[in-house]
Each structure stands twice: as C-alpha cells, then as structure tokens.
C-alpha cells in the first residue's frame, strides 16, 4: 500500500471516519481517487469531531447575563448631532479610508435561485440583477464624494467561478475593475446525524461555507487586510449581498464611530413585533453581542423600557463598520461555530445517491456578530427599515423578492 494511503487510512480510523475509504476503494478512475486522498488530507479530523460533540450540546446562552445596550437614533439626532457627524465621516469617506465588504459566500437555500444570490433579477423594469443594484449604490458614492471605494467581494468555493463570471461579462456594471476584487471564504465538512463526514454526489468531500463569520479569518487568509493596509483604509463596511437598500457608504455611521471612539458599529432597525424572528443586539457579560431570536425568552422580548421602547429590539441587520484594527485583531482569533441542520445529498455507504426530503446533516458556520464580543464597545445606530432595510431571503412571503422590489420601488421611485 502507499504511504499516502496507509497514511491516510490510519487517520481515519483514529476518528472513526473509515467510511471514506469505502468511497475511495468504490472509485476507479486513478486522478479522483487520488484528488480524494488529497482532499481527506485537507480536513481536521479533530476539529470536526469536536464539532460534532459540540453539536448536542445546549447552547451556553442560559447561564449568560443579558442587559440591553445603548443605541443612537438617526432620525432623533439634532441637526447639530448630525452636522457634526456628517462632516467627520464625510471627511473620512473622501480622504480615501473607507472600504466596502459584501458577504456573498452564502447558499442562498431559502431563495432558491440556481447560481450566486448576487445574479438574481430583482423583477424590476430594468432587470437589474442584486449585484447591479449594489453596483448602483458605489458609482453614486463616487459621484457624491469623489472616490473610488474598494470593493471586496466573499463568494465561497461553490459559487466563487459563476460570481467573477457574472461580473466580467457585464463589464463589472461600469464600475472600475481594479476597485474590485474577490476572495474565497473558508470550507468545513458537512457530517451525518451520527458524526460521519459525508461524500458529495460529485464523489468528493461534501463540503459547505463556514458562516458569515468566517470573514474575518478569509480577509486575513486571502490578502485582503494587507491590500486594505496598503490602500490607507481605516474603515470597512461589512454587509451581506442580499438587502437591495443597504447603505453602506454612510457618513453618519462612520463620523458616530469616530466621535465615540469605538472600533465597531452596527446598524439596527426596530423589531417588526416582539415575536419578529431577528437576532437583536443586546450585552451578554458585558461585552456587545447579539441575541438570536431562539435563545431570546418570550418574557424578555416583550420587555419595554420606560420610554414603551422594547427594550430587546434593536434588530441585527448585518450592517457592521469595523475599523482596520478590529479586523486585524478578529481576523487572527477563532470563532465558535453553530451547528445548522440542513438538507444534503450524499452518497451513502452503499454508494447510491441520497436525496433527502428532510434535514439529515449538520453544517458549521461561524456567525459575524460573534466577534463582537471580542471588542471593547460598538455603537449601535438605528435607521429606519424603509430606508435601509430589504432582504431577500425566501422565495416567496416575507423577506422576499416581492416585498423587496416593494420597498426598493418606494424609495427610488424607480420602476
Ligand atoms: P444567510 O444567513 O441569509 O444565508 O446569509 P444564505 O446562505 O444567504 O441563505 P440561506 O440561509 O441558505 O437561505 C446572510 C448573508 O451572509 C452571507 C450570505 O451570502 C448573505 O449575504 N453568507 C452567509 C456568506 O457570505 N457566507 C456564509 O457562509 C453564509
């Protein structure tokens, strides 16, 4: 046997992952199998079990202490507040220190949409795919404050080929090309109920993005904290791809950063209702954080403050402002993972092809708000949700391509 193999076989059956050999011996051609030893090489045995203990734990959540944080109102600063604000973080967006991240490393499962969520056609009258709309919201900003932004672009190994794709042949929606540039996020390995990594119907690891949160760790992996560095960035807007009216060249929430002190900010709008499934920002011991709609009590979220305000209702918009520092400092920690149970096909053990109708495998993701925590203070701006709020999430319903083209429609008057 080679020493590849004999290797690679003693490792598997130290994890108690020797279903893998079964793959690798059902395979014929001689470059996939060897492509499939060297991608079992790749994977941390030990990290994924750890995983998988993890995963039937409960979530640490109970025995924190939640507090409410403090929150600034945009549409209750005086026009003083605002002045103020605008002047800084205009004067910051044109000396050239803001850089723009959009999340677009993410499945798109709910939407349903074949290929990057980016390329999907809003429905408007002119067609516009999500990444023309966002290209829109740069070329304006370079008009109104006479810089070319930096735009990063996370896709994921799956849909990073069909992104760069999209872009070229649309001759990166007049945009400059050199202002862009893409990078990959990090893999894990999906597992069974039973903690098996499973083999993908391309008979290779199945394999999925880590999370939102494994931005951080991507940027520093993949050069982009160094270009950033090297361009003078001081401040980097971090957003996912899928709300058509995010806003993220905004001097209010740069000049608030600046004026506060702090490393980060977010965006929160209010909860729809105390029942709304959002996380919202909240402190856990302390530190900032985001408390998730299902670790959230029924109780605490109907709280109200003296003011009749929820006192849980800032919602987490991903909509974050990190200065450089904070991302250098994040990007080098590790973040814990949250398991998701999602739908996988497989092959399975006798080598046929399964696909599920049911959740059957457990996903690792890092979540972005995570890093929070690791940070001394944030601010927390609130915005209004017609002005800066419209996902596309499911295919139909809420958060959808109907009731975003709606809100985008409103506020842009365009067709
Ligand atoms: P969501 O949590 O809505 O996930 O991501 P999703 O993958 O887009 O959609 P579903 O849950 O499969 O339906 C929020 C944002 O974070 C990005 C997404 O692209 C989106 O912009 N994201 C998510 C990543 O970039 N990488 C990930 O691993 C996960």
Known sequence: MDEKLKQIKQTLEKYGQEQLLDEYNRLTDVKQKQDFLDSILTIDFNQVNNLYEKSKEEPAFANSKIEPIDYVDKAKLSKEQYDELNEI???????????????????????????????????????????????????????????????????????????????????????????????????????STDGKVLVDEHHKIKEAADGHGGVFSSMLKDGVVYDMKARGIEWIFIGGVDNVLVKPVDPILIGLSVKKKVEAAGKSIVKANPQEKVGVFCRKNGKPSVIEYSEITPEMAEEKDESGELKYGESHILCNLFSIKAIEKVSKMDLSYHTAFKKAKYIDKNGQLVNPEKPNAYKFEAFLFDAFESLDNIAILRVKREEEFAPVKNAEGVDSPETARKLYRDFHGER
């Open 89 to 191: 973080g205009t004067k910051e967006i044109k000396e050239g220190k803001l850089a723009v991240v959009t999340m677009a490393g993410g499945q798109g499962t709910r939407l349903g949409h074949t290929g990057p969520k980016g390329t999907f056609d809003l429905g408007l009258d002119s067609h516009k795919s999500i990444f023309e709309i966002l290209t829109d919201i740069l070329i304006k900003a370079k008009n109104d404050y006479g810089v070319d932004i930096p735009w990063y672009i996370m896709t994921s190994e799956e849909n990073n080929k069909q992104t760069e794709k999209f872009f070229s042949d649309n001759n990166y929606f007049g945009y400059p090309k050199q202002c862009i540039t893409f990078f990959k996020q990090g893999k894990l390995p999906m597992i």
